[in-house]
């Protein structure tokens, strides 16, 4: 079955920076695009960024457009999302999630469990 | 807001159909396929229909999905008790090029 760990939450301030990682395992990452969804407490689910499965394009939304960037290293079948100039607004549980292929309009197909990041002073 | 609307919440009794809609525009659910998702408070999502109407393996098939030019459906037949939770539509959205997902419906079984 498809796992995928989450770490790195946490609480920052705003202002501050944050790298938030997924470890994929028992599947084969590089074929498959990833995303992150995120979400904040007692609200709905929010897409924030794909990448391909070969990291070669990259989409998010527009809420998060040149703050935060996307990775993989498809070596270590880990995924990252590299948060700066993070909000009070950004606090959420932030979900790794599956591709089920490729392409970025596939839909997701497996998620992980989350990881809580709090911006907060 | 969210591009894609849902109503806030639904109900219904055991054994009975509920239905729960997803309206968008051409950009969304006009030109893309639909999917679902279902999400029992205090876990992740788990998706339930894919390709509009499609259901992964274990999904049972008191779970159906339809669409219609711009709005979508998810029908729930035969409700249980453990289907209370929240159901999210989400679609690729070409003029925003990304996801989006609409606000969410909580469902109540009475």
């Known amino acids: 079955q498809v796992q995928l760990v989450e770490s790195g939450g946490g609480v920052v301030q705003p202002g501050g920076s944050l790298r938030v990682s997924c470890a994929a395992s028992?599947?084969?990452?590089?074929?498959?695009?990833m995303h992150w969804v995120r979400q904040a407490p007692g609200k709905g689910l929010e897409w924030v960024a794909f990448?391909?499965?070969?990291?070669?394009?990259?989409y998010y939304a527009d809420s998060v457009k040149g703050r935060f960037t996307i990775s993989r290293d498809n070596s270590k079948n880990t995924l990252y999302v590299q948060m700066n100039s993070l909000r009070l607004e950004d606090t959420a549980i932030y979900y790794c999630?599956?591709?089920?292929?490729?392409?970025?309009?596939?839909?997701?197909?497996?998620w992980g469990q989350g990881t809580l990041v709090t911006v907060s002073s | 807001q969210s591009v894609l609307t849902q109503p806030p919440s639904a109900s219904g009794t055991p054994g009975q159909r509920v239905t729960i809609s997803c309206s968008g525009s051409?950009?969304?659910?006009?030109?893309?396929?639909v999917n679902w998702y279902q999400q029992i408070p205090g876990t992740a999502p788990k998706l339930l229909l894919y390709?509009?109407?499609q259901r992964p393996s274990g999904v049972p098939d008191r779970f159906s999905g339809s669409k219609s030019g711009t709005s979508a459906s998810l029908a729930i037949s035969g409700l249980r008790s453990d289907d209370e939770a929240d159901y999210y539509c989400?679609?690729?959205?070409?003029?925003?090029?990304?996801?989006?997902f609409g606000g969410g419906t909580k469902l109540t079984v009475l």
């Open positions: 999630a599956r591709a089920d292929g490729e392409l970025e309009r596939r839909p997701i197909d497996f």
């Open positions: 028992k599947f084969t990452f590089t074929s498959f695009g």
């Open positions: 990448i391909r499965s070969d990291g070669r394009r990259k």
């Open positions: 051409s950009s969304n659910i006009g030109s893309n396929y």
């Open positions: 390709r509009d109407n």
């Open positions: 989400a679609v690729w959205d070409d003029s925003l090029s990304g996801w989006v």
